[in-house]
C-alpha cells in the first residue's frame, strides 16, 4: 500500500518569516507528485507537480517553490510568507495510472 | 481555460435517502473523471473514478454517471448515512500533465 506524510500538520508563521513543507511518499517508484493549496470553504488548486527528481512544474505565479531532492520527496517552500499564503496545502501522488491520492494536509496560518 | 464547476453548493438529504451531486465540465477532451470526499480538516479521499469511453460506473453504494454530451458528471449515493456528511469535490484529469482540475466542491449534510 501506498502511504503520504505530510508535515507539520499545523503551522502559524509571521509574515516574512521562511516556509518549508516536507511530503514523503511510500510504496512506490517514480511517481507523479503535486502540490495543492485549498484556501477556506474552496476547491483545490494546484500549484506544482513533479515528474522526477529535479522537475518541477509551476501551474500559477506564487510566492511559493518546490523542490524534490529524492525520488519519493516534495518539499513546498517559501522566502517569505505573505498573509495570502494561509490556507490548507495538500501533497498528492499519482497511482494506479490515473488516480491522485492525497496526503492529510497541512494547516498553514500567516499572522 | 477549462473549468469543473458545481450546481449545488449546499445540499441536505434525510438518512436513508439517495443523494445526487451534479458537477459541469468545460474541457471536451477530457477522458478521466474522480469523485472525492472531503472530510472537515483532511485530505480528499478518493471515491469512485469513470473514463470517457463509459456512461456509468458503481462501487459500494455509489455510482457516478457520465454524460459527455451535455459535458456533465454526477455522483448517486445510496441510502445515505450521517458519514457521508462532507465535502465532495469532482475532478477532471488532464491526460497531458497528468494533474486533476478540481470544481469548487458541494456540502452534504446528512440530517438524522
Known amino acids: 500500500s501506498q502511504t503520504i506524510h505530510q508535515w507539520p500538520a499545523t503551522l502559524v508563521q509571521p509574515v516574512g518569516s521562511p516556509l518549508s513543507l516536507e511530503c514523503t511518499v511510500e510504496g512506490t517508484s517514480n511517481p507523479n507528485l503535486y502540490w495543492y493549496r485549498q484556501a477556506a470553504g474552496r476547491g483545490l488548486q494546484l500549484l506544482f507537480y513533479s515528474v522526477g527528481i529535479g522537475q518541477i512544474s509551476s501551474e500559477v505565479p506564487q510566492n511559493l517553490s518546490a523542490s524534490r531532492p529524492q525520488d519519493r520527496q516534495f518539499i513546498l517552500s517559501s522566502k517569505k510568507l505573505l498573509l495570502s499564503d494561509s490556507g490548507f496545502y495538500l501533497c498528492?501522488?499519482?497511482?494506479?495510472?490515473?488516480?491522485?491520492?492525497f496526503g492529510e494536509g497541512s494547516w498553514l496560518t500567516v499572522v | 481555460g477549462e473549468s469543473v464547476g458545481l450546481h449545488l453548493p449546499t445540499l441536505s438529504v434525510q438518512e436513508g435517502d439517495n443523494s445526487i451531486i451534479n458537477c459541469a465540465y468545460s474541457?471536451?477532451?477530457?477522458?478521466?473523471f474522480i469523485w472525492y470526499k472531503q472530510e472537515s480538516g483532511k485530505g480528499p479521499q478518493f471515491i469512485i473514478d469513470i473514463r470517457s469511453n463509459m456512461d456509468k460506473r458503481q462501487g459500494q453504494r455509489v455510482t457516478v454517471l457520465l454524460n459527455k454530451t451535455v459535458k456533465h458528471l454526477s455522483l448517486q449515493i445510496a441510502a445515505t448515512q450521517p458519514g457521508d456528511s462532507a465535502v465532495y469535490f469532482c475532478?477532471?484529469?488532464?491526460?497531458?500533465?497528468?494533474?486533476?482540475?478540481f470544481g469548487s466542491g458541494t456540502r452534504l449534510q446528512v440530517q438524522p
Open positions: 498528492a501522488c499519482l497511482r494506479d495510472g490515473n488516480t491522485i491520492y
Open positions: 475532478a477532471e484529469m488532464d491526460t497531458g500533465r497528468r494533474a486533476l482540475t
Open positions: 474541457n471536451s477532451a477530457s477522458d478521466y
